[in-house]
């Protein structure tokens, strides 16, 4: 029979050979999973870069057409008047031919 000093040695041993085994694979795991991670990590981070500046473009295009349209829109008012003072002198303070480009951005 085995003495207690004996058995105590023999579970300290599967002690330390599970530990170790838990750390080894730890370590494994650690090594596969922390690339896959940064890489992840990588290409949302570009992804998002990209979709924030196709959503910029979006907006300033839109920008663009609606100051075209309301440009537009107002020179074809000052032209279907006239070029009467009527509309403008309330409105923007000038007449229809000081606001050949965008009144709005004045």
């Known amino acids: 029979m085995d003495s ?9 041993r599967l002690i330390a050979y599970s530990a170790v085994g838990f ?3 730890a370590a494994v795991a650690l090594c596969l999973t922390l690339p896959l991670i940064f890489t992840y ?3 949302t981070k570009t992804q998002l ?3 924030s500046l196709y959503c ?3 907006v300033q295009d839109m920008w663009s057409e609606i100051n075209n349209d309301v440009a537009n829109t ?3 008012l000052c032209e279907s008047l006239g070029g009467s003072d009527v509309l403008t002198s309330g ?9 050949s480009t965008n009144p709005i951005s004045k």
Do not use: I
């Open 23 to 25: 750390s080894v694979t």
């Open 91 to 99: 409105m923007y303070g000038g007449t229809c031919s000081s606001f």
């Open 74 to 76: 107002f020179q074809h």
């Open 41 to 43: 990590v990588e290409n």
């Open 56 to 58: 910029k473009n979006s």
């Open 4 to 12: 207690p000093t004996d058995l105590r040695l023999k579970a300290y």
């Open 49 to 51: 870069h990209r979709e």
